[in-house]
C-alpha cells in the first residue's frame, strides 16, 4: 500500500458469508480508483473467497491470523488497525457485529474492531430472520451509538432462498460510502462506476389522458420497475433521467425526476433530456386520448352517455428510437403481454426499431402493481428467459447489462 501517492486507504475484514464474493468486487473498485486495500480475512471468510484471490487483487498480504509470529514481528495487530484511514467490514456478518459490539477480541478481525481509532463502515449480510433478530438489531444500535457507519443491508432474494432485509449492499454503493467517508475527491468515485459519464433517461408510471376536469383514462401500471431502473442506473455512476407519469413513489437517490401526465408531455419531456447514452422506455403509456377533453364536468342527466372518439397518441418508444443523431445508443422497450409473449415482443422489438425488449407477461399474479417480475429479455439475436425475482433484483441484472453494453 505504501506505493499509492498521497492516496487513501482502507482496512477491509471480510467476514464468513455467501456475499463475500462481492468483497473481491469491492476490492477491484477500491484499486482502480487509487485507493489502498489490506485484506483482513476471518476464519469463516476464507471458507467463502480463497486468500489468494484477495491477495491479488488488493495487491497486498493478507492477514488472517492474530498469533501468526511473522505478521507480529512485521507489524503487530495494534499497529495494524491503525494502518489505514478507514476500516471497512464487508460482508459483515452476525458474528461479527455481535462481537464488536460486545468488545469481543477472539480473533484478528475482532481484535483489529476493538483496537482500531480509525472510522469503521460495516456492511452487513446474512439471512432475514438473522438480520431481523432483536441481538442482532440490539447490536447494530449499540454499534451506531459507538459512532460506527452502516452501509445497507438491502432487500431482496437472498442466496438461501429468502426475502427481506439482509443481502449486502452492492458492491458500486458500499464504494460510494467508503469514498464518503474517506472524503476522496468526487472523480473518484465516477472514475470506477461502470456507468460513470454516461446519461440514461427512463420513462416509467402509467399516462393520464384527461375527459374532462376531474375525469381521465389510465392504466395500472405502478411505476415501481422504472423507479427501481431509474435507481440502479444512478447507483452504477449513471445521470438518470426519470420522466414519470402520476405515481405515488419518492424519487430514487441521485436521480432527477420530471413529472408529466400525458403521453404527449411524456414525450416531450423524453426529448427534452436527450442525448443519452441509454434509453429504457418502461412507461405504460395510454395509445389513444380522447379527442377533445370537455372544458367542464360531464353530466348524467345530459341525455345518455357521451359519445367520446378517440385519435392515437404519438408512439414514444419509436419516435425516440428512429431520432437519427440524438437516439440514445441502446433503446430499450418494455413490452406487457398477456399471450404469446414471445412473439409479440420481437414483433414490436422489430416495428419500434429498438435494440432490446424487456418483455413480461402481465397475466402472471403479482406481476401488474405489484413488486415481482418475470421477464425475457429480447435481443436482435437472441432471447434470455429470467426467473422470476423482485422487481429491484431485476432493475439491478438490467442496469447491470446496460452497463456491460454500453
Ligand atoms: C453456507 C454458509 C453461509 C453463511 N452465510 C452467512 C451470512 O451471509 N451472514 C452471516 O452473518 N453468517 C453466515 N454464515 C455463518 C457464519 O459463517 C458463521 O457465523 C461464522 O462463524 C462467521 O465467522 P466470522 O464472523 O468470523 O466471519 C454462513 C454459514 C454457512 C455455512
Known sequence: MSDIPGGKRVLLIVGGGVA??????????????GVGVRPILTKAGA????????????????????????????????????SADLVVVAPATADLI?????????????????????????????????????ATQ?????????????????EG??????????????????????????????????EAWPLAGKRALVTAGPTFEPIDPVRGITNRSSGRQGYAIAGAL???????????????????????????????????????????????????????????VFGSK???????????TFVENPDILATLAASGPNRPKLVVGFAAETDDVEAHARAKLARK??????????????????TENAVLLIAKDHTERWERASKDDVARSIAQRIAEAL
Open 20 to 33: 463475500a464474493y462481492k468483497a473481491l468486487e469491492l476490492t477491484r473498485l477500491l484499486r482502480k480508483a
Open 47 to 82: 471458507e467463502f473467497v480463497t486468500p489468494l484471490s484477495l491477495a491479488a487483487l488488493s495487491e497486498d498480504k493478507v492477514y488472517d491470523d492474530l498469533f501468526s509470529l511473522t505478521d507480529e514481528a512485521e507489524m503487530g495487530h495494534i499497529q495494524l488497525s491503525r
Open 98 to 134: 455481535a462481537k464488536a459490539a460486545n468488545g469481543l477480541a477472539g480473533d484478528l478481525a475482532s481484535t483489529t474492531l476493538l483496537a482500531t481509532d480509525k472510522p469503521v463502515l460495516m456492511a452487513p449480510a446474512m439471512n432475514v430472520r438473522m438480520w431481523l433478530h432483536p
Open 138 to 154: 440490539r447490536n447494530v444500535a449499540t454499534l451506531k451509538a459507538d459512532g460506527v457507519s452502516f452501509v445497507g443491508p438491502d
Open 157 to 190: 432474494a437472498m442466496a438461501c432462498g429468502e426475502f427481506g432485509p439482509g443481502r449486502l449492499a452492492e458492491p458500486p454503493e458500499i464504494f460510494a460510502a467508503i469514498v464518503k467517508m474517506l472524503n476522496a475527491p468526487a472523480e473518484e468515485i465516477f
Open 234 to 292: 444512478a447507483k452504477l455512476g449513471a445521470k438518470v433521467t426519470l420522466v414519470s407519469g402520476p405515481v405515488s413513489l419518492p424519487t430514487p437517490a441521485g436521480v432527477e425526476r420530471v413529472d408529466v401526465e400525458t403521453a404527449r408531455e411524456m414525450l416531450a419531456a423524453a426529448q427534452a433530456a436527450l442525448p443519452a447514452d441509454v434509453g429504457v422506455f418502461v412507461a405504460a403509456v395510454a395509445d389513444w386520448r380522447v379527442d377533445e
Open 298 to 308: 360531464l353530466k348524467k342527466d345530459k341525455g345518455g352517455p357521451p359519445a367520446l
Open 353 to 370: 426499431g429498438c435494440d432490446w425488449i424487456i418483455a413480461n407477461d402481465v397475466t402472471e399474479p403479482g406481476v401488474m402493481g405489484g
